[in-house]
């Protein structure tokens, strides 16, 4: 049996093709695809203009993408996001930026961050994972307090924390 794809599927009103460039100008390793446009047929169902954007597939760092010019009827929310593990905080500090400007300031908080879109990412560290997931009770209480307290994930934040070195509002936490 051939192996399915599985890709993500992503439902704008009519900013298929912007999103995607914006990704794709973000993330490394990312390119743009195929771009599919409406018909002339079904034009009393789709309610779009023949030779507008319909599709537009797309790739961010390996995994793919479709973009689909569908109206109004559905919007983007919190139940699903995207989930950037970074190694350091430079790349947090890189996606975080990049990715919240023109955002929902006020949907950012433990990491996660809603972009212009409306579409909602997690900029993280698998430290924190780790941090968070410890056997030692204390240590995962205090990182997680820590996590709770920020908008933007503070890397050293979280590990004074999580050693019991923190004093006060880790830095950065309320940017």
């Known amino acids: ?29 990312s390119s743009m695809g195929t771009i599919a446009r ?25 995994m793919s993408f479709i973009a689909l010019n569908g109206g109004p009827d559905f919007k983007f929310n919190e139940a699903i996001s995207f989930l950037i593990d970074c190694e350091d905080q430079a790349e947090i500090d890189y996606y975080w930026d990049r990715l919240s400007a023109g955002g929902d300031p006020a949907a ?15 900029v993280s560290t698998p430290e924190l994972d780790r941090m968070i997931s410890d056997s030692d009770q204390a240590k ?4 997680f307090q820590a996590m709770l307290e920020m908008k933007k994930i503070d890397i050293a934040g979280l590990r004074r924390a999580y050693e019991g ?11």
């Not at 995962?140 to 990182?143: L, Q, S, T, V, Y």
Request: glycine share 10%; hydrophobic share 35%; with cysteine.
């Open 165 to 175: 070195k923190a004093t006060g509002t880790p830095a950065g936490a309320r940017r």
């Open 1 to 29: 049996m051939k192996m399915s794809t599985i890709r993500a599927n992503l439902w704008f009103d009519n900013e298929a093709e912007e999103a995607a460039r914006f990704y794709t100008g973000i993330f490394k390793n």
């Open 140 to 143: 995962r209480e205090r990182a």
């Open 38 to 62: 409406y018909p002339e047929a079904g034009q009393e169902v789709t309610h779009k203009k023949p030779g507008s954007v319909m599709t537009v597939d797309f790739v961010l760092n390996g």
């Open 108 to 122: 950012q908080q433990c990491g996660w961050l809603k972009d212009k879109f409306g579409l909602s990412w997690q």
